[in-house]
């Protein structure tokens, strides 16, 4: 098919009695009339077929550092190609991508690149890997899967930053093709799912149950912690306790700095003590890897051996110092730390470098 055109969707069938598409690829089940969209703003019902408008559209590529997404125990130091499209299956009000994820717009849709055009400049580039990111991959599945086949055979891994909303009968195909995940645990209560992303925590839990133990894709989990929202401490130790009783003690967990954006501009930002709290609650609940992002706190960045105290990776933002792991293990105490390393660190440092490739939308 021609880039750039609407794409044929898998996940979907007609309703019984409307005749409208049902669209089955996340927990939403939108019902789409024909010429309608779903919530999601991307996946259309064009003469009763359900297609997906943003195939081989992308809102920009860009070269980044692979802690950026964030994952901090996936091939550390290397680069990173990164792309996304348009929309989102979430309603997310504090949205820090909102100019991306909440576009209902197709000109945010900058190029236009098939798989081949990714993996080509990804290799060029000499990127360890392709992350699909900026807004949640999910809501473009079939573009993402149709990636990483292209990637994989050239020795390129790749990597999905997402909310995690997906539905059973979607997942299984999707993170088949993904090497690593950093998930959005965006809080532990139901009222603020409802409330501040228009969805349900229940599926966002077993996508992280079902990651952790029925994949071999590396986990790392994201909170972005706002201010009123979703940092108390009650809560955030029944988060960390359920990540260690169902997931275990070594997935890694980022919490993140809100900063005022989209419908919450008048919510402050999260002050850097709550984010030390809120990584000594992981740390006293027993998760191994807990860090903070979105504030400079090279202590609470870097990585230390549970079983000897050793600092293993130094983190200066994205920028890497010490680093005293041979592969995975500790060269103090011989502990093996869990991800995917090798015996010395990429070099790519804290570069992010916007990249054209393919030609502009629309040409």
């Known amino acids: 098919m021609a880039i ?3 794409y044929k969707a898998r996940w979907w069938h007609k309703h019984k009695t409307t005749g409208k598409v049902v669209c089955t690829l996340c927990p939403r089940a939108c019902q789409i009339p024909d010429g309608g969209r779903g919530f999601c ?14 195939y081989g559209r992308s809102s920009g590529f860009c070269i980044d550092p692979i802690e950026k997404k964030p994952l901090s125990h996936f091939l550390p130091g290397t680069s990173v190609l990164s792309l996304g499209t348009a929309g989102c299956n979430l309603g997310c009000k504090f949205c820090q991508n909102w100019d991306i994820s909440k576009s209902r717009a197709m000109d945010t849709l900058a190029e ?61 195909e999707f993170f088949q093709s993904i090497d690593a995940a950093n998930v959005d645990l965006k809080a532990f209560n139901e009222t603020f799912y409802r409330k501040l992303t228009q969805t349900r925590l229940a599926p966002v839990l077993d996508t992280l149950t079902y990651l952790k133990h029925e994949t071999d894709v590396w986990l790392e989990i994201t909170t972005l912690v706002i201010p009123g929202e979703n940092d108390s401490p009650k809560e955030l130790g029944a988060m960390c306790r359920w990540i260690v009783d169902e997931l275990g003690p070594d997935v890694p967990i980022h919490f993140s700095a809100f900063h005022p954006a989209f419908k919450m501009n008048n919510t402050p930002a999260t002050p850097h003590e709550t984010l030390i709290r809120a990584r000594q609650t992981a740390l006293d609940a027993g998760i191994r890897y807990a860090y903070v992002g979105n504030v400079h706190d090279p202590p609470r960045e870097s990585t230390y051996c ?14 890497l110092g010490e680093y005293s792991l041979d592969r995975s293990r500790c060269t103090s105490c011989g502990y093996i730390v869990p991800g995917l390393f090798e015996r010395a660190p990429g070099n790519w440092g804290r570069r992010c470098l916007p990249v054209r490739l393919g030609r502009p939308c629309g040409s």
């Open 4 to 6: 750039g055109t609407s």
């Open 41 to 54: 703003f991307v996946r259309a019902n064009e003469g009763g077929e359900l297609v997906l408008t943003t």
């Open 112 to 172: 236009q690149a098939g798989p081949e055009a990714i993996v080509t400049a990804a290799q060029e580039a000499g990127c360890r890997s392709i992350a699909f990111t900026y807004n949640d991959p999910v809501i473009w599945a079939e573009y993402a899967i149709d990636i990483a086949q292209a990637a994989h055979p050239a020795g390129i891994k790749t990597v999905a930053v997402t909310a995690g909303y997906i539905s059973p009968e979607a997942r299984n």
């Open 306 to 319: 549970p079983d000897c105290g050793k600092l293993l990776i130094e983190r200066n933002g994205y920028t």
